[in-house]
């Protein structure tokens, strides 16, 4: 049986890049558990890389996603996947190198979760993304959405959870490169390479200060606490002022 994900190392004359491949085609690389312990240990294994450049995060078959594996078994209520999901979000908004998303097909939910999370965004002309969570009662698709598009489209795409196609997602901002189908990893591949030539620790402190000012690294906190907060009741959390904690839900004067 083949990983889950793999990972690939490519040396450049600035360092290194990893190419971090979702590997389940049989099922649109729909995220298991074991899919998204490999995730993080790849994530956490490219953040100790000394000459990490870059990372790209791309889906084998055809597609990125179709983002949670509805047909697993969950003898927990999900509350582990839930917690790897959180877990893999903050890890890949929060590298300190430059990310980038390489779309074929479909990223849907979890798997348009992670196109979010990266820094640069590459579509397929014929791609297609789904925020699914109002769908299946998961509180998520807020905390990178709103930045990246505005208020109001990002409530048009999450509140309505329909098929966003391309071109309308790189007319309203959210990816930066529009391809021909095939072309995204080569073209995630030409920024990736442009930024490695740059100094690495201001790339790196650039990126802080990016989702610091952007305010994403409190609404990534704020949005997760609220999926683990969903996990462990088994349902929706109505008092989020109650159940979540302190530092990170909003403060009410």
């Excluded at 849907?108 to 196109?115: A, C, I, K, S």
Aim: hydrophobic share 45%.
């Amino acid at each position: 049986m083949s990983e889950p994900v793999a990972v690939e190392l490519v040396e450049i004359p600035a360092g290194t890049l990893r190419v971090i491949t979702l590997s389940r085609p049989a099922v649109r690389n729909a995220m298991d558990t074991a899919l998204l312990v490999a995730l993080s240990d790849a994530l956490d294994d490219a953040d100790r890389d000394a000459r990490l450049r870059g990372v790209l995060v791309t889906g084998a078959g055809g597609a990125f996603s179709a983002g949670a594996d509805l047909r697993e078994e969950l003898p927990d209520d999900g509350r582990r996947r839930m917690e790897l999901f959180t877990t893999v979000y903050e890890q890949l908004t929060l590298l300190r190198v430059p990310t980038a998303a390489a779309v074929e097909g479909y990223a849907v939910g979890g798997g348009v979760e992670l196109v979010g999370a990266c820094d640069l965004r590459v579509l397929a002309r014929d791609a297609v993304l789904r925020f699914p969570g109002a769908i299946h009662g998961v509180p998520v698709g807020t905390a990178r959405t709103v930045g990246q598009v505005g208020l109001s489209v990002a409530k048009d795409w999450v509140l309505s959870s329909r098929d966003v196609p391309a071109e309308e997602a790189f007319a309203a901002g959210f990816a930066q490169r529009l391809v021909p189908p095939g072309g995204t990893s080569d073209a995630a591949r030409v920024w990736l390479d442009e930024v490695a030539r740059r100094d690495p620790d201001t790339v790196a402190l650039l990126k802080r200060l990016f989702n610091d000012h952007g305010g994403v690294r409190n609404r990534v906190a704020y949005e997760n606490d609220a999926l683990r907060a969903h996990a462990e009741t088994g349902g929706l959390a109505p008092g989020l002022d109650r159940d979540l904690p302190r530092t990170v839900r909003p403060r009410r004067v």
